[in-house]
């Protein structure tokens, strides 16, 4: 079945640092992909998608780019701020399932340090 | 602006006695999710409604029901609560006409005491 693996944390990065999280995932067909933010004690919220091969979805400084070839949806952003302090998930929905399923990675915990 | 809005946000229940969790959305959006979080995992989807199909997931216990009386408005009833049950329940909505995001509700804190 599809899946969505990230790379494990916690990550912790000083302020104005580079940020990579790793995501890769597993499908049938041309899924959609996903970053969601998680704030302490807060719901989802959706940070960018994107829809197709090359696409690169961006938001608050922070891009992702589907790489069909590598099966990769990484998210970067080039100078990390305390208030980026947030659980990262990955995420993919396939078009060819009949629900609407999300399949969420394991998530990621990132801590910036002032 | 338009949003999903979950009520109450910090539910305390005691072992057995049944609660209710509510979801409504502003959004107009044809499908509903529940979601179980537990602490540090991924968000595991309990079933949806699309309009008013239920959808249950397989490894869905039975102790968790659903309601969706209108468009905006989605219920989790847990009958019988017990102490695995205490999670963040988070409601979500989509509309599969237009878009395929899902958007989520800040969630309620259940604690089973």
């Known amino acids: 079945g599809d899946s969505v693996t990230q790379m494990e944390g916690p990550v912790t990065l000083s302020e104005e640092a580079f940020l990579t999280i790793n995501c890769t995932y597993t499908a049938t067909g041309y899924p959609s992909l996903f970053w969601y933010v998680q704030y302490p004690g807060e719901g989802l919220q959706l940070l960018l998608k994107a829809t197709k091969a090359d696409d690169k979805g961006s938001n608050k400084g922070f891009e992702a780019t589907y790489r069909k070839e590598t099966t990769s949806f990484h998210l970067e952003k080039g100078s990390v701020q305390v208030s980026d302090s947030a659980v990262y998930f990955c995420?993919?929905?396939?078009?060819?399932?009949?629900?609407?399923?999300?399949?969420f990675g394991q998530g990621t915990r990132l801590t910036i340090n002032p | 602006d338009a949003m999903v809005i979950q009520n109450p946000r910090y539910q305390v229940t005691q072992f057995g006695k049944p609660v209710t969790l509510s979801c409504s959305q502003t959004?107009?959006?044809?499908?509903m999710y529940w979601y179980q979080q537990k602490s540090s995992q991924a968000p595991k989807l309990l079933f949806h409604?699309?309009?008013?199909?239920?959808?249950n997931e397989a490894d869905t216990p039975d102790n968790f029901q659903s309601r969706r009386p209108n468009t905006s408005f989605c219920f989790l009833d847990i009958r019988s609560p017990g102490l695995g049950d205490a999670a963040m329940y988070l409601c979500a909505t989509s509309n599969p006409g237009s878009t395929d995001t899902q958007y989520f509700g800040p969630g309620t804190r259940l604690t089973v005491l």
């Open positions: 995420a993919l929905r396939s078009k060819f399932q009949g629900a609407q399923k999300l399949v």
């Open positions: 959004l107009n959006h044809n499908v």
């Open positions: 409604y699309y309009d008013k199909d239920f959808n």
